[in-house]
DNA sequence: TGGTCTTTGTGAATGCGTACTCAATCACTA
DNA sequence: TAGTGATTGAGTACGCATTCACAAAGACCA
C-alpha cells in the first residue's frame, strides 16, 4: 500500500533498479517482467514486485513494467527528477576521482561547487567548476545546494559537516571515517572503504 | 567459542570496533565498558555485548574490555592477524586514490600488486609497486594473492574478476557497477557509489 | 466476446536481527 | 575473606524484512 512505512533496504534497492532498467532501455527493451528482472539483478521475483508495489502499481498483469516508464517513476520516488545539486568539499585523491567520474548524471546527479583549504588548489578549475577556499563555504547559502559530498581527513569532517548543513545541505556522503554527529532532519550516508577491505577477509577460507 | 551462526551484521560492525579501539588505545585506555564503546560508536551496548559474544567472552564483569587484547581478538577474527594481501586491477582515478590511501594499514592489510592494461602505465612505479600487464593476471597464482580490487571499468569487469579468481584469489572488492557472476566459495562485495548518492536524495525533504 | 495465459499485487508465514532483562561474575576494599 | 558495586553474557521477546502462494487483472486470440 501507499504511504506505510518503507524498508530501507527497499530504498537501497531502487537505484540498483534504475542501472538495470537504463541497461534494458539502451537494449532497445519496452518492457520486462519481474522474472527477468530478477534474473538480470541476480535477486528474487517476488522482492522486486513487493518493492515496487510500496509505491503503487507500476506494472501490467500478463506484461510486465514498462522499462522507461518505471526509470521514471523510481526516479521521481528517489527524487532525482529535480536533478538535486551537490558540493564537494576536500580535492585530494578520492574528490578528484569522484569529480572526473562521469557515471552520476546517468541518475540526474551534478556536482556543482568544489571546496578546499589548501590555496594551491584553490582557484584551479576541474571541469568547468571552480575550487574556492573552504572557508566561503557559508556562501553556499543562496546557492540551493541540497547534497554535501565530505572527502577530507577524518579530523576535518565533523567540522565541514557542521558548515554544510548550516548552508542548507540536509544530504552528505561521508567517505571519511569518522561517525558524524547530525541533526535529526540531515541524512548522512557513510562509506567507509577500509572497513568493506577488512571485512572481506572474515570470508576467506581458513587457512591453519 | 560459538561456532553457531553469526549475523553478516555482526560481521560489519566488527571493523568499526577495531576503528574504535585504535582510537582509545591511541588515548591511553586500557579497558572500556560497552556502555562508554557504544556511545562513541554512537550503538547501544546490549549490541556490542551481543556482537562480541558470538566468539566467546572477551569482556570481565565490573571493568569490561582490555581494549589492546579485544583489538586483536577482532583482528583475528577477520582474519586479518595474517596480513592478507591484495592485488588491485585497474590504475585510474579510484584505482589510484586506494593506492595512495594509508588508512589500509592499519588494520593489517596491503596492497601488493597492481595490474592496468594502459601500455602508459604498465612499467610505472607507485609507491614501491611496479605496474604489470593485465595479460599476466596469471602469474599472480604463485604469489600468495587472497584478495583482489576491481577498479576497472564495468564492462571489464567480469573477465578481470575470473582470472583474479583463476589466480587463486578468494575475497573481491568491486567498484565497478556491475553484479559480478562467481563461485560459491569467492566472496564478492561491491562499492557502488553511484548508487549510494542516488540513495541519498531520497531521504531529503520533499520540496513542493 | 469469451476463454486462456501470463504476470502482477498483496495478505500471511517464516526467519533473522535487534533490544531488553537479569542472573552470574569479577575486581576492589576493608 | 566476605561484602559491595559494576558490568558482562545470554535467554527471551519483539519487530522488521524476506519469501511464499494465490487471487485479481490485463492482453491476446479464436
Ligand atoms: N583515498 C582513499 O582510497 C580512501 C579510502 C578510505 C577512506 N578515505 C577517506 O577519504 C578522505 C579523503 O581521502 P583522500 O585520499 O582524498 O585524502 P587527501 O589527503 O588526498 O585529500 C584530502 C583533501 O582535503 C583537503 N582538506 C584538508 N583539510 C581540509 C579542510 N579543513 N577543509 C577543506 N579541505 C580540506 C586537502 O587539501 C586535500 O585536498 C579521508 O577522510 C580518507 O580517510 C580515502
Ligand atoms: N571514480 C569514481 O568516482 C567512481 C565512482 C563510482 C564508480 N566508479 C567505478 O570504478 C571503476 C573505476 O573508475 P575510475 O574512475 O578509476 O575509471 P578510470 O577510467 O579512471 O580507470 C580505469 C582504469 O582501468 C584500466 N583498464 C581498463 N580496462 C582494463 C582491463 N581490461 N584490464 C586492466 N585494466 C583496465 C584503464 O587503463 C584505467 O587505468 C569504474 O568501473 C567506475 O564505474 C568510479
Redesign the interface.
Known amino acids: 500500500m501507499r504511504y506505510h512505512k518503507i524498508p530501507d533496504e527497499t530504498?537501497?534497492r531502487?537505484?540498483?533498479y534504475?542501472?538495470a532498467l537504463l541497461l534494458l532501455i539502451k537494449e532497445g527493451r519496452e518492457t520486462v517482467s519481474s522474472g527477468k528482472f530478477a534474473e538480470l539483478?541476480?535477486a528474487n521475483p517476488p522482492q522486486i514486485r513487493k518493492d515496487l508495489s510500496y509505491f503503487g502499481a507500476f506494472g501490467t498483469p500478463g506484461v510486465g513494467y514498462d522499462t522507461k516508464r518505471l526509470f521514471g517513476q523510481i526516479q521521481a520516488?528517489?527524487?532525482?527528477d529535480?536533478t538535486?545539486k551537490?558540493a564537494l568539499v576536500g580535492l585530494?585523491?578520492?574528490g578528484?576521482?569522484?569529480l572526473?567520474?562521469p557515471?552520476?548524471k546517468?541518475?540526474g546527479?551534478h556536482i556543482t561547487a568544489i571546496f578546499d583549504s589548501n590555496p594551491e588548489k584553490i582557484g584551479e578549475t576541474v571541469g568547468d567548476i571552480k575550487v574556492e577556499n573552504v572557508l566561503e563555504l557559508s556562501t553556499l547559502k543562496g546557492r540551493n545546494m541540497?547534497?554535501g559530498?565530505i572527502t577530507v581527513p577524518a579530523p576535518a569532517a565533523q567540522e565541514i559537516a557542521d558548515q554544510l548543513i548550516a548552508a542548507g545541505v540536509?544530504?552528505?556522503?561521508n567517505f571519511a571515517?569518522y561517525?558524524l554527529?547530525v541533526p535529526e532532519?540531515v541524512?548522512v550516508?557513510t562509506?567507509?572503504?577500509?572497513?568493506?577491505?577488512?571485512?572481506?577477509?572474515?570470508?576467506?577460507?581458513?587457512?591453519t
Chains 1, 2 share one sequence.
Open positions: 530504498i537501497k531502487l537505484p540498483r534504475m542501472r539483478l541476480r520516488i528517489l527524487g532525482l529535480s538535486p551537490a585530494g585523491n578520492l578528484t576521482a569522484l572526473k567520474y557515471g552520476f546517468a541518475y546527479m541540497s547534497l559530498i540536509n544530504g552528505i556522503l571515517p561517525y554527529k532532519h541524512k550516508i562509506i567507509d572503504i577500509a572497513m568493506e577491505l577488512a571485512r572481506l577477509t572474515y570470508y576467506l577460507p581458513t587457512k
